[in-house]
């Protein structure tokens, strides 16, 4: 099972990713903090679903091939779940 | 095309939103703005002129379609109906004549080619086939972008994308079927930036901003080893060793790049005579003596070397690009030629093929037969300076060059090479006008209106298509438009030449008297220079004004023949190798 800093890792390895189509003035800081959803975030729904299929691609291809981050019970819980990186470290380490 | 002005409406039947946002992104010049056209409309869009989208002040636009909704006929072809050959390709006609009709209204249409899916496999060898009225899907699709590249071909404003190689480069991420369904974007981030580079490197080539100049190191770059220690027969090049043959691909490639025009040249800590024997001598080397436009071998400072060798070659600082193994090389050149482009190169000698081809700083629109021979022209440059110095004096020198001037109007045998030389000369140009192919017909054909384009030649050979005039006449007044010229021929007396064929024409319908009027940019000093200094023209006391009136005729240098042609005909340079 991967560690929660090594899921923390793959998704500041996505916000890289994201960060590139977001503008100089939208970028998402590697923060633990960084807000991703709700009020103060950055992304917009294409870049949520952008990054949040990032994620679960790099979760995927560390070992857990069948992880997912959207089916029905992840997008219920998207205001909690994805509101920050560290939000959704936990969250992840809860589902894997 | 005004580089810092580029606005691309984006028209595609999938979410692109992301490409625009990577368009604008200032990380890699030029910065493009981008608006996204209604999704999933591209027919519609390419068909209307009138649609507000058109009208938002977009000077370009990039058309991306999925193949199965761009033409009906592929998607029946998915679904395994009857379907012909010709019924496919017509459509692809059709979709190509909306393309074209849509190229009217912007200065350059960008087309990636169609693709499928990565994962998609279909009945795997079956689609390459054919039976009558079945077609196989790959095959299918390989018609089709190669019957839409015949059809857009012959418009230089249209530019097609190899798509299939951003889809192999981002590999199993190029699409992700979830993103597809949940927002209708076919393709991962991955994708849009290989797409927005590609675009950004046709774009600076469009504006003439591509690399004319490769600097070469030679030990650990051109070959394996120090040729100084272990002879031209101990370094590794070619044969049957991986290291060996890494150096003789990077040497291939060179010669790709030097035959579509671009320079080579070698800067290298080395014994002269010992490396110019290694080129010479070592059967193995890809690249000959004659593929070089210049070298400098010796134990002085790379970057002196460098600014010397731009000026012999007559090319500006950012126009260049140094290749050297060592990082200490690299980093002297970085801080003392800020202009020039030192990319990182990698200390594993077998990647730099794949370095080579990643830079994306050679694209141009076009290649022209001046672009093929173009070293070819700088070793006979150099053969003329020989003879400038066993002539006696400048008078001499230019007489025994026997320079011949041919002046012709624009027209399809020319137009591809003027409009290059019309968008990319910087120094002596007097205006520093930019016009498109189709601008500078349209302005040709213009009542009162002249506009020349000029071959030189000299007992040497053929320096082609190397420079263009232009004049027009209004209430017996005059003005020179535009007066440029290669650096490649300057101060040889040509520019009295093309003074002398805008005098001729104005004269004739009527003309009192011509003006050129110096518009100053960053680098067309050469150009104030001439005809402040050399011209033989009056000028005001700001020197901004140079006139001839025309109640005395303009005196032609005894040297030049000027010649009238039709340019009808395409010329090919005799130095130019095709």
């Known amino acids: 099972m991967a560690s929660k800093q090594q899921i923390t890792d793959a998704i500041y390895n996505a916000i890289d990713e994201v960060n590139a189509a977001q503008g100089s003035e939208n970028q998402i800081a590697k923060d633990p903090k960084a807000i991703l959803f709700g009020q103060g975030g950055k992304l917009d729904s294409l870049g949520l679903l952008t990054f949040v299929l990032q994620v679960e691609q790099r979760i995927q291809s560390a070992g857990h091939p069948s992880f997912t981050l959207t089916d029905e019970k992840a997008m219920a819980d998207t205001a909690t779940a994805f509101r920050t990186v560290d939000s959704l470290s936990d969250y992840i380490v809860s589902r894997l | ?578």
Not at chain 2, 78 to 101: C, G, N, P
Not at chain 2, 191 to 203: E, S
Not at chain 2, 223 to 238: D, H, I, K, M, Q
Not at chain 2, 274 to 297: C, H, Q
């Open chain 2, 1 to 578: 095309m005004d580089i810092k002005n580029i606005h691309c409406l984006l028209i595609a039947d999938h979410t692109i939103d992301q490409l625009g946002a990577i368009l604008k992104s200032s990380d890699d010049a030029p910065v493009v703005k981008a608006t996204i056209a209604h999704f999933d409309q591209v027919q519609q869009i390419l068909m209307n002129p009138a649609l507000s989208c058109w009208k938002e002040g977009a000077n370009a636009a990039l058309v991306w379609t999925r193949p199965e909704r761009a033409i009906d006929a592929f998607r029946r072809i998915l679904s395994r109906e009857r379907v012909t050959q010709e019924d496919l390709l017509a459509e692809v006609d059709e979709f190509a004549s909306l393309i074209l009709r849509a190229s009217d209204r912007v200065e350059a249409v960008f087309v990636p080619l169609w693709t499928m899916p990565a994962w998609w496999r279909g009945t795997g060898g079956l689609e390459l086939k054919s039976r009558p009225g079945a077609i196989g899907a790959v095959r299918a699709l390989m018609l089709m972008n190669a019957r839409l590249a015949e059809k857009l071909e012959s418009n230089s404003k249209i530019h097609l994308l190899d798509a299939s190689r951003w889809m192999a480069s981002a590999g199993r991420n190029a699409t992700n079927p979830k993103l597809w369904l949940m927002t209708k974007a076919l393709y991962s981030l991955e994708v849009f930036k290989d797409a927005a580079a590609d675009i950004k490197a046709i774009l600076r080539g469009i504006a003439g901003l591509s690399k004319k100049l490769i600097v070469l190191d030679l030990d650990d770059t051109l070959w394996g080893g120090v040729v100084g220690e272990n002879g031209w027969e101990g370094v590794a090049l070619g044969g049957h060793d991986p290291v060996g043959e890494s150096f003789a691909d990077f040497q291939r490639a060179l010669k790709g790049l030097k035959n579509t025009g671009v320079i080579l040249a070698i800067v290298s800590k080395n014994d002269e005579k010992t490396a110019v024997s290694a080129i010479r001598e070592n059967p193995e080397m890809v690249l000959k003596d004659s593929d070089f436009a210049g070298w400098r071998i010796n134990w002085l400072d790379k970057a002196t070397n460098i600014k010397e060798l731009a000026e012999e070659l007559n090319l500006g600082h950012d126009s260049i690009i140094f290749i050297d193994d060592n990082p200490a090389e690299r980093a002297r050149v970085k801080e003392s030629l800020p202009l020039v482009t030192v990319p990182d190169w990698p200390a594993d000698k077998m990647l730099y093929t794949q370095a080579l081809h990643a830079l994306r700083l050679f694209d141009r629109p076009s290649v022209t037969d001046e672009d093929m021979g173009r070293t070819d022209m700088y070793v006979a440059e150099r053969q003329r300076t020989e003879a400038k110095s066993s002539s006696v004096s400048m008078e001499d020198w230019l007489a025994s060059l026997q320079l011949k001037v041919t002046y012709e109007p624009l027209g399809p045998g020319n137009i591809k090479r003027a409009a290059q030389l019309f968008n990319k000369t910087n120094q002596m140009n007097l205006t520093t006008r930019r016009l498109t192919e189709a601008e500078l017909l349209a302005w040709g054909q213009e009542k009162n209106h002249a506009m020349y384009a000029y071959r030189v030649a000299d007992r040497f050979g053929d320096y082609g298509l190397t420079g263009i005039a232009s004049v027009e006449v209004n209430n017996g007044e005059a003005t020179v438009t535009d007066f440029l010229l290669s650096c490649r021929v300057m101060g040889r007396g040509v520019e009295k030449g093309m003074l002398t064929t805008l005098l001729d024409f104005a004269k004739k319908l009527g003309a009192k008297k011509t003006t050129a009027k110096y518009i100053e940019s960053k680098r067309n000093k050469p150009c104030h220079d001439y005809f402040k200094d050399e011209s033989g023209l009056p000028k005001n006391d700001a020197a901004t004004e140079f006139w001839w009136t025309h109640d005395q005729d303009f005196p032609t240098p005894s040297h030049i023949t000027l010649v009238q042609g039709d340019g009808s005909a395409v010329a090919e340079p005799t130095l130019a190798g095709s």
